[in-house]
Nanobody, 114 residues
Framework: QVQLVESGGGLVQAGGSLRLSCAAS????????MGWYRQAPGKQRELVAT???????NYADSVKGRFTISRANASNTVYLQMNSLKPEDTAVYYC????????WGKGTLVTVAS
């Protein structure tokens, strides 16, 4: 099993920045891909960005050029740097680890005020 704990959410003005962190523990050697997903009120959870153990990244079109995902293997942590935030980025952001099955964190709320 893999446990995930997110941090770094909060309230920010439009155009501002936040950095989310996700610390993984447990059977971390099993992890292939880690990523961030988000769920806005009344909407389905959607992919934001993913990163593989080899460093390959994938981004949702809506965040390309604004968000950057990175991974510190030594500390078993994945980051999401979010710049030029927009009110439509407001959501609960969830960390995900995939190793044949999915593990999820509890989420961290990001609120972008206009």
């Amino acid at each position: 099993q893999v446990q995930l704990v997110e941090s770094g959410g909060g309230l920010v003005q439009a155009g501002g920045s936040l950095r989310l962190s996700c610390a993984a523990s447990g059977s971390i050697w099993r992890i292939n891909t880690m990523g961030w997903y988000r769920q806005a009120p009344g909407k389905q959870r959607e992919l934001v960005a993913t990163i593989t153990t080899g460093g390959g990244t994938n981004y949702a079109d809506s965040v390309k050029g604004r968000f950057t995902i990175s991974r510190a293997n030594a500390s078993n942590t994945v980051y999401l740097q979010m710049n030029s935030l927009k009110p439509e980025d407001t959501a609960v952001y969830y960390c995900n680890a995939y190793y044949g099955i999915n593990s999820w964190g509890k989420g961290t709320l990001v609120t972008v005020a206009s």
